[in-house]
């Protein structure tokens, strides 16, 4: 039956008189058939599942991406598990293997079992420390945690793959991959399958801040206990956020000067927002001239030659009589051009 119409106005039988099936269709209800009972039964079985503590798996089905099961309380209450859904055990010896998107049931002779697996990671830990080629180690990840995926591989070993990738990722600046890996970090998390969870923690805290997903950050705050929001990476992570709430610039750059593990490198991904934030806001305070001294000092610069670049980017206007000194006024328009291009992000959170 069309969008929009009602029984009466399917004209295909006008004047004839409906049949029981379909004067029980325009009473919108359904047939108490036996299949249909069936299906009723899976559905209310499914329902059930959802009110019980899901674990995740993935499957080596012709799709070849990962699905939720849970426990059933009976081996009746659901048809067993075909072949395609179960996990997969390879046989594969090769350390190394290209990353390629499936697009049929893995091949068991092309995936590599948990003993390589070991192996593998140890290899390309080695070969980033020796040639940081990332092009190339970025693809052997993605390929290691698709075995680790096919094989319904959670466990202690999963985590290390991913954190590895994960800060792997973080050193170049690859936010896409680093949200993957962080998002799987934190479903085995909750598994129970122990980690760095609290460094990870303050990475995604630290994540949220650079999307601007405030309600992330309070459902992260939410569910922490007192003991863990006094760690030193957490506490860290939760001034940068108050910091950049209340565009308390001086107190940013004094954090990100300090930052914890590899929690500068997330701030890198936000760095340049808050300089023009807080450029924007000293443009409008201070008149009519600022020192670039004062500026590289201010925004954490490495010296006056990297702040004079930056703000030669923006192009904003330098007093002709001294180059050394800002025209604040004439340059605040710079900075409003500047801020906008912050206020779009795409859909896994990267600003473009």
Known sequence: MGKGLTPSQDSSDAGQPPSPAKAKKSNFTVEETPDEIRRRELRLERFKMQEQPKQ????????????ASSQLSSSSAM????????PIVGTCTNLEKRYLRLTSAPDPSTVRPLPVLRKT??????????????????DQFKSLRQDLVVQHINNEFTVKAYETHARIALEVGDMSEFNQCQTQLKSLYAQGILGCTIEFLAYRILYYVYTKSSSDVNEVLSSMSENVKHDPAIRHALEVRTSVATKNYHKF??????????????????LERERCSALRTIFLVYRPKMPVEFLSRELAFADIAACIEFLQKLEVKFDPADELQVMTQESFPMLQRAMAKFDKLDIKGQIY
């Not at 954090?255 to 936000?270: E, I, R, T």
Request: with cysteine; hydrophobic share 40%.
């Open 253 to 270: 750059f004094k954090l990100y000067l300090v930052a914890p593990n590899m929690s500068g490198y997330l701030m890198d991904q936000f």
């Open 79 to 86: 048809p067993p598990l075909s072949d395609t859904d179960k």
């Open 121 to 138: 990671l140890k290899m390309l830990m080695a070969k980033w420390s020796q040639e940081q080629n990332y092009s190339y180690i970025c």
């Open 56 to 67: 995740r798996m993935h499957s080596a089905s012709a799709r070849g991406i990962a699905i």
